[in-house]
């Protein structure tokens, strides 16, 4: 079993920046590839980022390219997402998730491939 908390949401004008962490606990974590999602209410989750278990390869929605920016440390067992230029349409909220890989370089968009996931955390940009 694989515990996720995230932390760093906030409220956050047009412009700025905020960076979120998720912190992990249970199962080796350097075993996960992982993935942040958000969902605006009534709305599906939306892949953002993901990053492989190795944290060598990266990838992210066209709608955060140049912007977001998503990495490991896995000796703290902790992934981030660094999000710069925000804009009010980032507003939701944003949640961590984590799926184990065979290879160090795999990587997945597809939210239904996560097994955890976390609570998630309430990130509002204002216009």
């Known amino acids: 079993q694989v515990q996720l908390i995230e932390s760093g949401g906030g409220l956050v004008q047009a412009g700025g920046s905020l960076r979120l962490s998720c912190a992990t606990s249970?199962?080796?974590?350097?075993?996960?590839?992982m993935g942040w999602f958000r969902q605006v209410a009534g709305k599906g989750r939306e892949f953002v980022a993901a990053?492989?278990?190795?944290?060598?390869?990266?990838t992210y929605a066209d709608s955060v390219k140049g912007r977001f920016t998503i990495s490991r440390d896995n000796a703290k067992s902790t992934v981030y997402l660094q999000m710069n230029s925000l804009k009010p349409e980032d507003t939701a909220v944003y949640s961590c998730a984590a799926v184990l890989t065979l290879r160090s370089e795999d990587i997945s968009t597809d939210r239904n491939d996560y097994n955890y996931w976390g609570q998630g955390t309430q990130v509002t940009v204002s216009s």
């Open positions: 990053i492989s278990k190795s944290g060598g390869r990266t």
């Open positions: 249970g199962r080796a974590f350097s075993s996960y590839a």
